[in-house]
């Protein structure tokens, strides 16, 4: 028969063992590891620019825009049935990082002559000469007179590929004046002025 002693001694011993194996089930339950990840975003550009001899470009992002160079001395002295030409080129600059797709509509017109005028806007090869031949390129906008605006095709650009400037799309705008007599006759010494806008949306 156990003594006292001995009984306290074995429930000492129950109780240190009790006690280590819940130590060292804490210890074995403590691994622990993480993944982070984050991450970071940057807008794109997106401009465009235009040229009125394909060397110098600038943005004229307000009307009426650059100057056309219409074929001259006729531009400034037109008879009746003359027709005028004048180059305009189209790119992105080098800090656009997406394509466009672009859209001509005439935005506005004005003087004596403004309804006796009709004309074309066409886009061209780059070699293409701004001339009569232009017609065989891609009609993009057209009016029976400046006051009108009939629509066309819109042609695309390509995104640049840094660190230069996109490839230029060259459109030739084509203006013819009115007869001599009857409907949209050209008037003696009018004059006349028109705006188209060349619209940019990124890809």
């Known amino acids: 028969m156990a003594t006292k002693a001995t009984r306290r001694k074995a429930l000492a ?3 240190g063992g009790l006690v280590l194996g819940v130590g060292a089930a804490v210890t074995l339950a ?3 590891d993480s993944e982070f990840a984050t991450g970071t975003f940057q807008a794109g550009a997106f401009n465009l620019e235009g040229s009125t001899d394909g060397v110098d470009y600038a943005e004229h992002p307000d009307a009426p825009g650059a100057a056309l160079a219409f074929t001259l001395p006729l531009a400034g002295n037109l008879s009746p049935t003359d027709t005028v030409y004048a180059p305009f080129w189209l790119r992105l600059d080098d800090a656009t990082t997406t ?4 859209t001509v509509t005439r935005e506005a017109s004005s003087g004596a002559n403004e309804a006796n005028i009709s004309y074309d806007i066409y886009a061209i090869g780059a070699a293409a000469p701004c001339d009569a031949s232009a017609s065989a390129g891609t009609l ?3 009016g029976d007179a400046l006051t009108d605006s009939d629509a066309g095709s819109t ?3 390509a995104a640049p590929v840094s660190p230069a400037a996109g490839v230029a799309q060259k459109v030739c705008v084509i203006a013819t004046a009115g007869p001599e007599t009857g409907p949209g006759a050209l008037v003696e010494g009018g004059a006349a002025s028109a705006t188209w806008k060349f619209a940019a949306e990124s890809d």
């Not at 394509?99 to 672009?102: C, F, M, N, S």
């Open 13 to 15: 011993v129950l109780a």
């Open 99 to 102: 394509g466009a797709e672009v």
């Open 140 to 142: 993009l906008v057209s």
């Open 155 to 157: 042609f695309a650009l």
């Open 30 to 32: 403590a691994w622990n």
